[in-house]
């Protein structure tokens, strides 16, 4: 009697959203492990047919040559506001944000501030890598004190340069704010939960209850002056300032967009 060959089984593939290109990024760069959870979770939740990204300037704008999403470049810091915008006259459409530290904590910083106060029903995606990548390793809000960058040569010191900003910390006391957390893609083990948070996230803005926010800490290889293996490591003393998980997680009633409101 002849055997029945088992089929493979996949364990693991390219999620169809992912573009099949050469990167941008730097060797190492974290946000190419990010594109992938959001890809993966976008495709699991079977949200993409009807997701409009918004990412505005800094290294996170080459999202959308990586991503096959319908995407709006918004300017400096702006991507909430955008956002805003997209959600009330497309209120069937899921909307997120993808933005850098230098954008977010930054130029932006009024933006996300006055978007999470309000609640609004968008999802925000805020990478972390403690400094400005784009445009040449400059100090960022997110920078670590004593860390080496080129307007802080010598180290960040408090005293010149202030403290470094916990955003996610700030954002979450927000009423309007259902959901903030932070991950780090440092193993896969925090990938793992990381990936669990985007999707927390997402959700949050399908059942209506209000703002959410998934801070995820990663590296700048080049910007930090490291190998890849060496920023990697990195992230480790990074999680010390900025801890990880769940920093709060509201129950909210679900409501309607403020375009839906009175329809």
């Known amino acids: ?13 390219r999620p169809e959203l992912l573009t099949d290109r050469s990167t941008h990024y730097c060797p190492g760069c974290g946000h190419g492990i990010i594109h992938r959870l959001l ?22 704008v080459f999202a959308y040559d990586y991503l096959q999403l319908d995407w709006v470049e918004a300017p400096h810091g702006r991507a909430p506001a955008v956002a805003t915008g997209i959600r009330r ?6 909307v997120l944000t993808y933005q850098g530290d230098g ?21 925000a995606i805020f990478v972390n890598n403690g400094i400005y990548g784009m445009t040449g390793g400059q100090m960022a809000p997110t920078t670590l004190l004593g860390q080496h960058t080129t307007s802080t ?8 340069a202030g403290f470094p900003i916990p955003m996610t910390e700030m954002l979450a006391i927000l009423p309007g704010v259902t959901y903030a957390a ?18 927390r996230a997402c959700k949050a803005q399908l059942d209506g209850a209000g703002f959410a926010i ?16 060496e920023s990697m490591e990195h992230l480790s003393e990074v999680e010390k300032v900025y ?21």
Do not use: Y
Not at 1 to 13: F, G, Q
Not at 51 to 59: E, L, R
Not at 153 to 160: K, L, N, Q, V, Y
Not at 182 to 190: A, F, I, L, N, Q
């Open 182 to 199: 932070r991950g780090s893609v440092s193993d896969p083990p925090h990938i793992g939960k990381t990936k669990a948070m985007i999707k």
């Open 39 to 60: 890809a993966e979770v976008l495709e699991e939740l079977e949200l993409a047919p009807r997701t409009i990204a918004v990412a505005p300037v800094g290294c996170a």
């Open 153 to 160: 040569p010598t180290g960040r010191e408090a005293g010149a």
């Open 103 to 123: 954008d977010l904590a930054a130029i932006g910083t009024a933006e996300i501030i006055h978007a999470a106060g309000r609640g609004e029903l968008i999802t």
């Open 214 to 229: 998934v801070e995820i800490l990663s590296n700048c290889p080049v910007g930090w002056g490291m190998t890849a293996v």
């Open 1 to 13: 009697m002849t055997a029945v060959a088992t089929p493979p089984r996949v364990i693991a593939s």
């Open 89 to 94: 006259v497309r209120p069937d459409s899921f």
């Open 243 to 263: 801890p990880l998980g769940v920093l709060v997680d509201r129950s909210a009633p679900a409501r309607q967009p403020a375009a839906a409101e009175g329809a």
